[in-house]
T-cell receptor, first 110, second 114 residues
Framework: RKEVEQDPGPFNVPEGATVAFNCTYSNSASQSFFWYRQDCRKEPKLLMSVYSSGNEDGRFTAQLNRASQYISLLIRDSKLSDSATYLCVGGGGGGNKLTFGTGTQLKVEL | GAGVSQTPSNKVTEKGKYVELRCDPISGHTALYWYRQSLGQGPEFLIYFQGTGAADDSGLPNDRFFAVRPEGSVSTLKIQRTERGDSAVYLC????????????FGPGTRLTVL
């Protein structure tokens, strides 16, 4: 079983839709969690960190449930420019090496 | 400011050859990471440097893979006797201190082993 699991998609949604991605992790020692965004043939870039209290950044909301080992990302009012792969990421240990999920592909359409 | 840079951007080699991939981290970042990303997968951790020393090399798949960072800045990932299964995008990332700080990724080197 992979340490971080997420549905690969693709999720095809119309512009303006709300879309939710979920992710589960198996390593209870993981200390920090993130969502990274990766555009086609580009490097991953940090979208947002994820906290148990939940955090919001504009149209994006991330949530962590440590009891269920579950992480979510909600995108409201989706834009064409949101089309990308969203990587669920766990970090831990002294150096904080990152453990990535497979990524969920999002396609926002007109 | 300048981000993480990696050279070459593309490398095509033949099975059995030796390759070196270079990473220039963001100036002043003490932590440097190498990851490998295969098609349709997320990046997989290879090795982490704090300064000049390899603090965690648990992700290196076998002894054909080796990395150095002799002066605590530029790092080189070395692959001996390349195999077709080594074909992937090799990503380098750096962060100011390691720990839970954000990692900044370079554009990667796309390695193709024929």
């Amino acid at each position: 079983r992979k340490e971080v699991e997420q549905d690969p998609g693709p999720f095809n949604v119309p512009e303006g839709a709300t879309v939710a991605f979920n992710c589960t992790y198996s390593n209870s020692a993981s200390q920090s969690f993130f969502w990274y965004r990766q555009d086609c043939r580009k490097e991953p870039k940090l979208l947002m960190s994820v906290y148990s209290s939940g955090n919001e950044d504009g149209r994006f909301t991330a949530q962590l449930n440590r009891a269920s080992q579950y992480i979510s990302l909600l995108i409201r009012d989706s834009k064409l420019s949101d089309s990308a792969t969203y990587l669920c990421v766990g970090g831990g240990g002294g150096g904080n090496k990152l453990t990535f999920g497979t990524g969920t592909q999002l396609k926002v359409e007109l | 400011g300048a981000g993480v840079s990696q050279t070459p951007s593309n490398k095509v080699t033949e099975k059995g050859k030796y390759v070196e991939l270079r990473c220039d981290p963001i100036s002043g970042h003490t932590a440097l990471y190498w990851y490998r990303q295969s098609l349709g997968q997320g990046p997989e951790f290879l090795i982490y440097f704090q300064g000049t020393g390899a603090a965690d090399d648990s992700g290196l798949p076998n002894d054909r893979f080796f990395a150095v960072r002799p002066e605590g800045s530029v790092s080189t990932l070395k692959i001996q006797r390349t195999e077709r299964g080594d074909s992937a995008v090799y990503l380098c990332a750096s962060s100011p201190l390691g720990g839970s700080t954000e990692q900044f990724f370079g554009p990667g080197t796309r390695l193709t082993v024929l």
